[in-house]
């Protein structure tokens, strides 16, 4: 919610301005942080939550006598279409007939030797593998099969590896309702294990190859994956707990593997560590980052306010000045027709002062040519228009303008 609360507070504040670069930066800088928490936390490799190697073990030791031994009736309704079947076994005793465990007698049965590999009664496998289960007596190894009644297959592993398979009968399922002994093929009978046992478990599917490794890759400090333990229904650690018969003890194994692979996960989960607390430094600075951009966001939308109000009142003076333009083309407007109607009031004035034909006069220059003016006749009219001409542009123009007058006169042409 804080991220998407961050990406909408950017697209709305940010988007298409110079800061949207380093503000993108820091979002991605901060997502790749939290996505390092989430895999340190969840189970990166070598965390404690994906990897958490035991220094020690609790095995049992199984007595070399028919009367030490475990035997329980698991409920193998689960199982009876696919199953996976591992352990681990450290052989103490000689011979062909120790058995680690059997399942309804012959229904599932190996011997630690590797000379019996049986399932449903009977198997092709029986004296085949022994060159397989070569690992020295006194040495722990991983010892799985698996089937299927869909693949109607059953494979055996040692120590990860493929050995030997054997095909069943169409349709046979595995029976259920049988005991399950640990240590004996059957309660008191020759084929005592004598041997020690550790984390045996059964799964309700069949294990692919790649998941036989994954269960043994590591040696007996080997963590079962979290995607085929939720597959596991015959528990080791609930097989501690139950009743025993004859000498059957607890032990807790060190291997020096599992103290060295300890070390190296204690040591990468403080190279973690190191990273973590460099990731929760940067995660300050960037929120320090933040925090200055989102203060320079704020300056920047103040100026914008700022400045938007100052185009506004641009706007609204540009709005009066074109009005105040309107008017003065208006006032030119009037003052234009008022000149034209002036001076057509004027041309009529002058107009109707023109009706004198004497002698051979026939241009209104008369009226300033000085041979003219000095004439009886005419200088008498020509003081009668100068003082009408006068009288009229004071009242107009606030002057006198008899000197225009008479060039306008001039103008004026010949008289009819």
């Not at 696919?82 to 062909?96: A, Y």
């Not at 050995?163 to 640990?182: D, E, I, M, N, P």
């Not at 203060?295 to 709005?319: I, P």
Request: proline fraction near 4%; include cysteine.
């Amino acid at each position: 919610a804080n991220f998407r609360d961050l990406k909408q507070w950017y697209q709305r504040r940010v988007r298409g301005h110079s800061l949207s670069l380093p503000l993108f930066r820091i979002c991605v800088t901060m997502f790749q942080f939290i996505i390092l928490v989430v895999f340190v936390i969840l189970g990166l490799p070598g965390s404690s939550a994906a990897y958490n190697s035991h220094q020690s073990f609790t095995a049992l030791k199984f007595g070399y006598d028919k009367t030490s031994y475990i035997q329980f009736y698991p409920d193998m309704s689960e199982m009876t279409e696919k199953f996976s079947l591992c352990l681990w076994i450290r052989k103490l005793q000689s011979g062909r007939s120790p058995c680690p465990f059997a399942y309804k007698n012959y229904e599932i049965f190996m011997t630690d030797s590797g000379y019996y590999n049986r399932l449903f009664g009977s198997s092709s496998l029986d004296n085949v593998l022994t060159s397989k289960f070569t690992v020295p007596a006194g040495t722990f190894y991983s010892y799985c099969s698996t089937w299927s009644l869909a693949s109607r297959t059953f494979k055996v592993y040692v120590n990860g590896k493929l050995v030997g398979t054997q095909t069943t009968a169409s349709g046979r399922k595995l029976q259920t309702g049988g005991a399950l002994v640990l240590g004996n093929y059957s309660p008191g009978t020759i084929h005592h294990f004598g041997g020690e046992m550790y984390n045996f478990n059964i799964y309700s599917k069949e294990l692919t190859p790649a998941e036989v490794v994954t269960v043994s890759a590591s040696g007996l400090c080997t963590e079962i994956p979290e995607e085929v333990e939720a597959y596991r229904v015959i528990k080791w650690e609930d097989i501690l707990k139950l009743p025993r018969s004859g000498t059957v003890t607890n032990f807790i194994d060190r291997d020096p593997r599992c103290v060295s692979v300890a070390a190296a996960a204690i040591e990468q989960m403080q190279a973690y560590r190191g990273k973590l607390e460099v990731a929760v430094s940067e995660k300050s600075s960037l929120e320090l980052s933040l925090n200055n951009t989102r203060t320079e966001l704020v300056k920047v939308q103040r100026l914008y306010n700022s400045t938007l109000e100052d185009l506004v009142e641009t706007k609204k003076d540009l709005e009066r000045t074109e009005r105040n333009l309107n008017d003065t083309r208006s006032d030119l407007e009037n003052t234009r027709e008022e000149l034209e109607t002036t001076e057509q009031e004027l041309k009529n004035v002058t107009e109707s002062k023109c009706p004198l034909v004497k002698g051979n006069l026939t241009k209104w220059d008369i009226f300033y040519t000085p041979p003219y003016y000095n004439k009886t006749f005419t200088r008498s009219l020509y003081q009668q228009l100068r003082t009408t001409w006068d009288e009229v542009s004071s009242r107009l123009f606030g002057v006198t303008m008899s000197d225009p007058l008479i060039k306008l006169i001039k103008s004026c042409g010949d008289l009819p």
